[in-house]
């Protein structure tokens, strides 16, 4: 049973800096892309982030402006967001998603991921 379990979300001033993680399980995550989507109340799920099996791929939605960075340990079953210069409108919900198949690259689309973490809840105050 695959199972991805975020942690590392929390309140943070703007301009400051916070790294989530995401740790999967059930799955042999150095063959799956993975990716980070953002949620607030009334909103459509975000494209944050995403990062390909190898880490030889990432892409990143228009809002980040090289603030946040993603990354990956095989070895450890994790990817992880990198942020910095976080702003009061970063504030959501943050989850991390394994792409639909093996070997896949990155998708901007929550359609091409298929097991998706519980979030981890990001609260950024001005």
């Known amino acids: 049973q695959v199972q991805l379990v975020e942690s590392g979300g929390g309140l943070v001033q703007a301009g400051g800096s916070l790294r989530v993680s995401c740790a999967a399980s059930?799955?042999?995550?150095?063959?799956?892309?993975m990716g980070w989507f953002r949620q607030t109340p009334g909103k459509e799920r975000e494209f944050v982030a995403a990062i390909s099996w190898n880490a030889g791929r990432t892409y990143y939605g228009d809002f980040v402006k090289s603030r946040f960075i993603i990354s990956r340990d095989n070895a450890k079953n994790t990817v992880y967001l990198q942020m910095n210069s976080l702003k009061p409108e970063d504030t959501a919900v943050y989850y991390c998603a394994t792409s639909r198949g093996v070997w896949k690259f990155p998708s901007m689309s929550s359609d091409e991921y298929a097991y998706w973490g519980q979030g981890t809840q990001v609260t950024v105050s001005s």
């Open positions: 059930g799955l042999t995550f150095s063959l799956y892309s």
